[in-house]
């Protein structure tokens, strides 16, 4: 069965600096990856996905995620963290049964 | 405007009874989900329904009853709550697959079970 590991359950950073939240996936057939992003009592909203095509996606906020397919791998960064970006970060996959999987989520915290 | 919109927003109740969760959404979508959050944020999928025919149903037991009315809506009975029931129920829609179409996920219902 299709899992998602995200191995960093929480990823403590301060403001500006550099971040990469890792994912990994177990499927070796195609696969459809996202990631979600949940705020302090609220809902999931998607960040950013990868279908097909260009194996590096961005999401509107400077978040980018790359997909690599021979390490299964679809890591989060950002090149320079603000304070609103504090939250709950899932990856989540799609193995063609119109299921989402999702990662047991990481927390990044970002300190001023 | 609330596209995808959850009530109650928290629900406390005893073991043995059974209760409701609502949801509804505004943006024209055909397919539902219900998902569930545990105490260690881990989101699993219960249910989907597509044009209000069930399509997914994750080994879930059969104390939680999906109901579909009609598009729109896609609310959650609950059984003979159990201690292990309590976590934070969320629901979302999406038009058609989830691969090509994003999904919109509700503010969440905190059930607590005592």
């Known amino acids: 069965a299709q899992s998602v590991t995200q191995l960093d359950s929480q990823v403590p950073v301060f403001e500006e600096a550099p971040v990469e939240l890792r994912c990994n996936y177990s499927s070796s057939v195609s696969v459809y990856l996202f990631w979600y992003v949940q705020y302090p009592n609220q809902g999931l909203q998607l960040l950013l996905k990868?279908?097909?095509?260009?194996?590096l996606v961005e999401s509107i906020n400077g978040f980018e995620a790359e997909f690599n397919k021979s390490q299964t791998s679809f890591h989060l960064r950002k090149p320079s963290v603000h304070i609103s970006d504090t939250a709950e970060y899932f990856c989540?996959?799609?193995?063609?049964?119109?299921?989402?999987?999702f990662g047991t989520g990481t927390r990044l915290q970002v300190f001023p | 405007d609330t596209a995808v919109s959850q009530t109650p927003k928290y629900l406390v109740t005893q073991m043995g009874n059974d209760k409701s969760i609502k949801c509804e959404q505004n943006?024209?979508?055909?397919?539902m989900y219900w998902y569930k959050q545990d105490s260690k944020k881990f989101l699993k999928i219960m249910f989907s329904y597509n044009n209000k025919e069930l399509i997914i149903n994750e080994t879930v037991p059969n104390r939680f009853s999906p109901k579909s009315p009609d598009k729109a809506h896609l609310n959650l009975h609950i059984n003979s709550l159990e201690l292990g029931d309590s976590a934070v129920y969320f629901c979302?829609?999406?038009?058609?697959?989830?691969?090509?179409?994003?999904?919109?996920f509700g503010p969440g219902t905190r059930l607590t079970v005592l």
């Open positions: 943006l024209g979508h055909d397919t």
């Open positions: 989540a996959v799609d193995d063609n049964t119109d299921k989402l999987i």
């Open positions: 979302a829609s999406s038009q058609g697959g989830v691969a090509y179409n994003e999904q919109f």
């Open positions: 990868y279908l097909s095509g260009s194996t």
